[in-house]
């Protein structure tokens, strides 16, 4: 986004803007995520770290199969604290904290407990999600495909 930054009449067609006519808007922030020596208090952090290292093994034949964009919304009080997204479309696919560089397939919001509980097989993804415990926004059966990676993660 630009800004005019003088009092200059308006650019008539066929005329380039003039040297500092313009200057450049810092773009819009997202959710501000903590500093990654902070990420480690967070109940999540390992499992995410290890799921992590789980897609850079396998990644490519998890692309095969998935084919979509994950972001997941972790919060705290309704209140965004943890990003991540799990790219199972692109190349040999990728997980890495915060927003989804191209957008996300499938959209995750989901307490940090109840993520927990979800990764560790304790409560059932259908069910949780049928009682509101998270709300998934975008492709919603895609969510099937993630439980699937979620299973094959937790084998290991």
């Known amino acids: 986004m630009w800004k005019r930054i003088d009092h200059q009449p308006k650019i008539k067609a066929g005329n380039g803007p003039q040297e500092g006519q313009f200057k450049g808007l810092g773009s819009a922030q997202g959710p501000a995520m903590p500093h990654p020596l ?3 208090k967070f109940q999540s952090f390992p499992v995410f770290e ?43 696919g990728d997980m890495y904290p915060g927003s989804a560089r191209l957008p996300a397939d499938t959209v995750f919001t989901i307490p940090e407990p109840v993520f927990m509980e979800l990764v560790l097989g304790k409560m059932n993804p259908q069910k949780a999600f049928l009682a509101g415990k998270f709300k998934v926004s975008g492709k919603v059966l895609l969510g099937q495909k993630l439980e699937r990676v979620f299973k094959d993660w937790a084998k290991i």
């Open 38 to 40: 902070e990420l480690s």
């Open 50 to 92: 290890d799921i992590s290292h789980h897609i850079k093994e396998v990644g490519a034949q998890l692309v095969k199969k998935v084919n979509a964009i994950f972001q997941l919304d972790i919060t705290e009080d309704g209140k965004i604290i943890l990003q991540w997204t799990i790219d199972l479309k692109n190349g040999s």
